[in-house]
């Protein structure tokens, strides 16, 4: 059990680190014609399995994840992450009012005590992510290709959650 335990923490670890400062995600939900992805601003706290975003209950997404929580939540920067969880709404205003800034005031037009205003919270159960930032793993993972040794560099990964 100890085994599985330090691989859920390194797998945590190695997510948090690819996805720390990336603002922007691509929330992918299920609808009855198929998969629908939009950009959401991931909420700055530490990912400790979960993930937040803001959302009004008057969008397609907010009737999407009442539907069929199942979601996919994508990052994109020197890094590429894919996560797969489960959406729970979160209708908390402690919780809104923790991440409420002046940005979503202008952005949604509306104040975070507007009961319209809900949380998604992303439990996630995997993660593939491709590790391309590192120069380093670069070079090692064109050394693997160019002479067929391997090397114990990973540059794509998939990790339980």
């Known amino acids: 059990m100890l085994h599985h335990n330090e691989a859920h923490r390194e797998g945590l670890e190695t997510i948090r680190k690819l996805i720390n400062g990336i603002d922007t995600a691509m929330l992918t939900t299920v609808t009855d014609e198929g998969l629908v992805s939009r950009p959401m601003k ?90 391309s930032g590192s120069v380093f793993k670069q070079a090692k993972f064109l050394f693997e290709k160019l002479t067929g040794k391997e090397t114990d560099t990973k540059m794509n990964d998939t990790v339980q959650l």
């Open 42 to 131: 991931t909420q700055d706290v530490e990912f400790d399995g979960d993930i937040w975003f803001l959302t009004k209950k008057d969008t397609s997404k907010y009737y999407e994840l009442l539907h069929n929580a199942q979601v996919n939540v994508a990052y994109a920067d020197k890094s590429y992450v894919s996560i797969s969880g489960t959406a729970e709404i979160v209708q908390s205003r402690e919780k809104v009012k923790e991440f409420w800034n002046a940005m979503y005031e202008k952005m949604l037009e509306t104040t975070w005590e507007d009961p319209n205003i809900v949380l998604i919270k992303v439990k996630a159960e995997s993660a593939e992510y491709w590790e």
